[in-house]
T-cell receptor, first 106, second 115 residues
Framework: GEDVEQSLFLSVREGDSSVINCTYT??????LYWYKQEPGAGLQLLTY?????DMKQDQRLTVLLNKKDKHLSLRIADTQTGDSAIYFC??????FGSGTRLSIRP | NAGVMQNPRHLVRRRGQEARLRCSPM?????VYWYRQLPEEGLKFMVY????????ESGMPKERFSAEFPKEGPSILRIQQVVRGDSAAYFC?????????????FGQGTRLTVV
């Protein structure tokens, strides 16, 4: 069946880059999404990438898509304390990963 | 344009009671999704509805849970005879009619505590 997988935790030092990885199974997905959930809040769309793209950059965020390997990554440059959150990868509206909890060390 | 509105934000129920969670989608959105997030866990899809239709309920528990999205009014997620294991955050999202890129806009969630 359709599935999206992510590692559960990531810890990075403030100022370093964070790379959150995701693998998915449905090769027919037209768009793939990254959502951010801050503590006690709902999910907020961060960025998305169309399936015929390899890369998308949006300020500090870079999304890389390897369609052959069904691998999606989110890179956050110059990670700040405000980036502490859970990051969800999603294909379509109903298939979400388990989320990666990003924590920032000083 | 108000966002997706969920109420109540917090709900406490005793075991055996009923919980009713409401979700008003964004204006112009005809698709509603419900998700459950257990403490320290990821987001699990429950049900996808359009007005007066259940499109996909593959994530709904077979018993005690039901959802509706009537022609008028909010979408309702109903949990009958709640048990402690139902304690979770329940999120609703809405999206416009399908076509091109669709993005789900999330509400703030209802945190259900069963005591």
């Amino acid at each position: 069946g359709e599935d999206v997988e992510q590692s559960l935790f990531l810890s990075v030092r403030e100022g370093d880059s964070s790379v959150i990885n995701c693998t998915y199974t449905d090769s027919s997905s037209t768009y793939l999404y990254w959502y951010k959930q801050e503590p006690g809040a709902g999910l907020q769309l961060l960025t998305y990438i169309f399936s015929n793209m390899d890369m998308k950059q949006d300020q500090r965020l870079t999304v890389l898509l390897n369609k052959k390997d069904k691998h999606l990554s989110l890179r956050i440059a110059d990670t700040q304390t405000g980036d502490s959150a859970i990051y969800f990868c999603a294909e379509r509206e109903i298939i979400f990963g388990s989320g990666t909890r990003l924590s920032i060390r000083p | 344009n108000a966002g997706v509105m969920q109420n109540p934000r917090h709900l406490v129920r005793r075991r055996g009671q009923e919980a009713r969670l409401r979700c008003s989608p964004m204006k112009g959105h005809s698709h509603v999704y419900w998700y459950r997030q257990l403490p320290e866990e990821g987001l699990k899809f429950m049900v996808y509805l359009q007005k007066e239709n259940i499109i996909d309920e593959s994530g709904m528990p077979k018993e005690r849970f039901s959802a509706e999205f009537p022609k008028e009014g909010p979408s309702i997620l109903r949990i009958q005879q709640v048990v402690r294991g139902d304690s979770a955050a329940y999120f609703c999202a809405s999206s416009p009619p399908q076509g091109g890129r669709t993005e789900a806009f999330f509400g703030q969630g209802t945190r259900l505590t069963v005591v």
